[in-house]
């Protein structure tokens, strides 16, 4: 019989961890899939392909907007791609290709200009040779070990009040309003996006530090996950990344880190950024090899999607593992 590719629908899950188990040797986490798949507020479909019945190959959908100052569009990542060992086959016909090229149209319909990812080497050579991905560049890393001289005493004395806490705060609307509204593209950074985003899920936790001045309005924020001796700064965001919010924020993250056991911090950002650039010529970060690469997959041809990708502030969030 021929492949069916179709979208998702909440009945396959069962036969979706069947695949998951088969594809990648190890079960996969219930929770994981409600919270990416069933909880995000931007909802987008997953392709399923299926020969005589039986889920053979998977393409997940994880729905965002882009935002920027050109536009507010349907956005949306791959991830949880998979075929069954038993299919998997290389070159332009094949599970993987069939099902790819489904998902596609059905993103395109939706009004996706593109889809992003964050494949490793080999998963990002099958994905341009089979599907007409198109890498970015290696994803940008930045690391700094915790411990740095203390600027407390200039927040204080500028008046801004580090909090943290595991919601944003009211202040943040107005942050997220001046984000969206910058030159490029970045994902959606609204209120409730972010609540889903950080709330804990399959063992992830996230602390928020957020930067208020004295009328409680946010001036930037950092979203930090530990992982053993690693903080990874998942987000961070500032009004101006001309700005001295900047270190300010860098100093109350290293603050909320006391006592945590963390001796490094780490951010990932694009080479090219103006945050990279400062991270790594005013506050003792450093370029470090990066195990993954950042890649659009164009889908609306009216659209400069190439530009678009090099235009794009991503970060650790907008992979949905960190």
């Given at each position: 019989m021929a492949l069916v590719?179709?979208?998702?629908?909440?009945?396959?899950?069962?036969g979706l961890f069947r695949l998951f188990e088969a594809a990648f040797g190890q079960r996969a986490d219930p929770a994981m899939w409600e919270w990416k798949y069933d909880r995000n507020p931007h909802p987008t479909a997953?392709?399923?392909g299926l020969l005589d019945g039986q889920i053979i190959g998977f393409f997940g959908g994880v729905g965002t907007r882009y935002r920027g100052e050109s536009g507010n569009l349907a956005g949306v990542?791959?991830?949880?791609?998979?075929?069954?060992?038993h299919h998997r086959r290389l070159g332009r016909v094949s599970v993987f290709v069939e099902t790819g090229l489904e998902f596609f149209r059905m993103a395109a319909a939706a009004g996706a200009p593109f889809v992003f990812g964050f494949p490793n080497e080999r998963a990002r050579l099958v994905g341009e040779r089979s599907l007409d991905y198109r890498s970015v560049e290696r994803a940008g890393l930045w690391a700094r070990a915790v411990g740095s001289p203390s600027l407390l005493g200039r927040i204080r004395r500028r008046l801004l009040r580090p909090r943290t806490g595991t919601r944003f705060s009211a202040g943040h609307d107005a942050l997220a309003e001046a984000l969206h509204a910058r030159p490029g593209w970045r994902t959606d950074r609204s209120r409730p996006t972010l609540d889903w985003r950080y709330a804990p899920h399959a063992g992830a936790e996230y602390r928020i530090v957020e930067l208020l001045?004295?009328?409680?309005?946010?001036?930037g924020y950092a979203a930090v996950r530990l992982a053993r001796e690693r903080a990874l700064l998942v987000d961070l965001q500032v009004h101006d990344e001309a700005s001295g919010d900047v270190g300010d924020l860098l100093e109350a993250v290293r603050a909320s880190l006391e006592g945590s056991g963390a001796s490094r911090m780490e951010l990932r950002a694009a080479s090219s950024s103006r945050l990279a650039t400062r991270l790594a010529g005013e506050f003792g970060f450093a370029a470090e090899p990066s195990d993954c690469h950042f890649e659009i997959r164009p889908l609306d041809p009216a659209v400069d999607a190439p530009a678009a990708g090099r235009a794009f502030d991503y970060r650790f969030a907008d992979h949905e593992i960190f």
């Open positions: 590719c179709r979208a998702a629908a909440a009945a396959d899950r069962p997953s392709v399923v990542a791959a991830a949880d791609v998979m075929t069954h060992p001045d004295r009328r409680a309005a946010s001036r």
